[in-house]
Nanobody, 124 residues
Framework: QAQLVESGGGLVQAGGSLRLSCTASGRSFRSSAMGWFRQTPGKERDFVATISWRADSTEYSDSVKGRFTIYRDNDRNTLYLQMDSLTPDDTAIYYC?????????????????WGQGTQVTVSS
């Protein structure tokens, strides 16, 4: 079974940038869509972005569109999330997730395996 490990979170000032990484073990990464979600205490886990298995299709939530970029390196079994122009509202735990197929959307049920999360804190 695939396992996902996120890294790259941390503390950044508003207007700054961070790049998150998600390294996958197992064979399913290359044939599966991948996604990023985020969650703050007491709230539901929210969709951020998703990318198809060949990286020919991406989708973003309205709150991050134009600021975040999702991409992947299938040779390295790694998913990325480049986050620019960060605001305090982006503060959350960020999770990567393995899609149930080669192309999926933003629903939680469309993902089968989750990482442990990485904390992103944006100060004002």
């Amino acid at each position: 079974q695939a396992q996902l490990v996120e890294s790259g979170g941390g503390l950044v000032q508003a207007g700054g940038s961070l790049r998150l990484s998600c390294t996958a073990s197992g064979r399913s990464f290359r044939s599966s869509a991948m996604g990023w979600f985020r969650q703050t205490p007491g709230k539901e886990r929210d969709f951020v972005a998703t990318i198809s298995w060949r990286a020919d299709s991406t989708e973003y939530s309205d709150s991050v569109k134009g600021r975040f970029t999702i991409y992947r390196d299938n040779d390295r079994n790694t998913l990325y999330l480049q986050m620019d122009s960060l605001t305090p509202d982006d503060t959350a735990i960020y999770y990567c997730a393995l899609g149930r197929g080669p192309r999926v959307g933003g629903g939680l049920h469309e993902y089968s395996i989750w990482g442990q999360g990485t904390q992103v804190t944006v100060s004002s």
